[in-house]
C-alpha cells in the first residue's frame, strides 16, 4: 500500500461526504474559525455547552477531503464529552500527527480519529487534519 492509500481509508472518504456534522447551530453557545493557508481549508464550529459538558458540536465550512473528515470524525469523538476529557482527547490527536509518543490505549481512545495516524507520513496534510482540533482546543479553552 503507497502513502497515499494507507490515508484515504474507508473511515476518511466516507467521514469526507459525510454531511450530518455539517450545518449551523440553533443555540450555540459559542464558535471559532480555523483557516489552514496552506491548503484553503475554512471552518467554523459551533458548540453548545451544557454546564461543562459538550451537548452539540456542528460545522460549516470548506476544504479537502482530510480537513473536512476530520473535523466530522473529531464532533463525533468529542460530542457528549466533558470539556476537560475533550483536551486530553484533543491534546493525544495532535501528538498522534505529529508522531510523538503516545500509548495503544490512548490511540484506542481516540476511536475513529486513530484513521488519522497515517497522516503522519504525510507532513503536508497534517494541517489539513490539525485544523479542527486545534479550533476546538481554542474554542473551549476560552
Ligand atoms: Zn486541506
Not at 480555523?34 to 491548503?39: D, L, V, Y
Not at 464529552?81 to 475533550?86: H, L, R, S
Not at 503522519?120 to 474554542?139: D, F, G, H, I
Request: hydrophobic content about 35%; overall charge negative; some cysteine.
Amino acid at each position: 500500500m503507497d502513502d497515499l492509500n494507507s490515508i484515504y481509508t474507508d473511515v476518511i472518504m466516507e467521514q469526507s461526504t459525510a454531511t450530518y456534522n455539517k450545518h449551523k447551530l440553533d443555540g450555540a453557545t459559542n464558535k471559532e474559525h480555523g483557516h489552514n493557508p496552506s491548503c484553503g481549508d475554512d471552518i467554523t464550529l459551533e458548540i453548545i455547552m451544557d454546564g461543562d459538558v459538550i451537548k452539540n458540536i456542528a460545522f460549516t465550512g470548506h476544504g479537502c477531503a482530510i480537513s473536512q473528515a476530520s473535523t466530522s470524525i473529531m464532533i463525533d469523538l468529542l460530542k457528549g464529552k466533558t470539556k476537560e476529557k475533550a483536551l486530553r482527547l484533543i491534546n493525544i490527536f495532535l501528538k498522534m500527527v505529529k508522531r510523538q509518543k503516545i500509548t495503544d490505549e490512548e490511540i484506542e481512545d481516540l476511536e475513529e480519529a486513530n484513521a488519522l495516524q497515517n497522516i503522519s507520513n504525510m507532513p503536508a496534510r497534517v494541517k489539513c487534519a490539525e485544523l479542527a482540533w486545534y479550533t476546538m482546543q481554542r474554542l473551549l479553552e476560552k
